[in-house]
């Protein structure tokens, strides 16, 4: 579901507009320019108060996190070391396997606690000096969990301070107030569609000394400040990262979403989110053939998986009630596989749109699925 804000202003874009950025000295593309930067300075307000020239428009999260890891490339070699945490979505997994292989760095990993937290000491214990980036999730995708991110940075940077943190924050975002000043990290990604926001937009964000240490991702038009036979000399952070033509419709509307946000009463719809979730993992609880992943405290997702019926079985019978869940390993192969030791799971996201009804048709459904496949 996406608000109609959104949609306006797409349309207002390929409608009255449809022009590229920084190019045209013409209304048109002066207008399009203006509301492509002015969402930079909604982002940067919305990440707490931070400066827009960090704030680098991408396609999504995975994009974020690519652009960092490629641009780190020059920066490893053998003997240094990445740390990654057992509960990362592949985008915040794959790119640092890659370029752990692609420079010789070792690839650490960070055990959780049973209830799905990161398991601090642990993660403490795989930092070192030789360890150049730790990469967290905010919020699990599968377990729901909120990690205490701003007290484990500030023990990581403690450890070494020279270690940059890449805090994936997209699950995070619609449901918790963000403020980089307080969290401490070196680089912040989330993608714009978990905003209620467009699909195809994400945003990287990064400590500008940072920022100005990576090699560029993409180069071409839009991204230089001069182009000689000779040689090309790059434009400045953020806009030598943003190379071609971008989503500008996609931005323009995710400018939209976030005056909207402006506007909405985000602690209650929290504590609304909040209520529901906790009474679905109250009454999963309850159920002797659920097992639910995750310890009680959660954002407002929940994963699980029934005794003797597969996830998918479960998924099926719930779509046919018109109730989308995802089953699946939700892009978190090593945590399904190698540490809940699962091939799937049930993913039911609540969203500021749900009810106390969707809530007692979906235990239904379920109570049903059970019964169908347990004959
Ligand atoms: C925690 C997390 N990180 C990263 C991503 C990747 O986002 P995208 O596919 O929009 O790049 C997702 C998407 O579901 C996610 O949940």
Known sequence: MKPQVLVEAVREYYEECGVNIHRGLYELSEQATNRYEETRGLVA???????????VFTSGATESINLVAFGMRELLSEGDSLVVTMSEHHANFVPWQQLANMTGAELR?????????????????????????????????VLGVVNRISSIIHLIKLKNPQCWVLVDGSQAVAHIEIDLNDLGCDFYVFSAHKLYGPT?????????EALEMLDVYQTGGDMIERVETSGTEFAA???RFEA???NIAGVWGLGAVLKWWKELDRDEIWRTESKLVTRLYDELDAMESVRLLGGQERSSLLAFV?????????????????????????????LH??????????RVSLGMYNTRDDLERLLESLQLAMQQFKK
């Open 337 to 346: 596989r190698e540490v809940l030791g699962i091939a799937a799971s049930v």
């Open 45 to 55: 307000e919305f990440l707490g108060g931070v400066s827009p020239t960090e704030v």
């Open 237 to 239: 952070v953020p806009h």
């Open 244 to 246: 071609g033509t971008p």
């Open 200 to 208: 195809g937009v994400g945003v990287l964000w990064g400590k500008i």
């Open 306 to 334: 029934v005794d003797g019926v597969h996830a998918h079985d479960v998924a099926q019978v719930l779509a046919e009630q018109d109730i989308c869940v995802r089953a699946g390993h939700h892009c978190a192969m090593p």
């Open 109 to 141: 990993f960070a055990d959780l606690n049973d209830d799905g937290l990161l398991n601090v000491k642990d993660l403490l214990l795989k930092v070192d000096e030789t360890t150049r980036l730790v990469a967290l999730p905010q919020v699990s995708n």
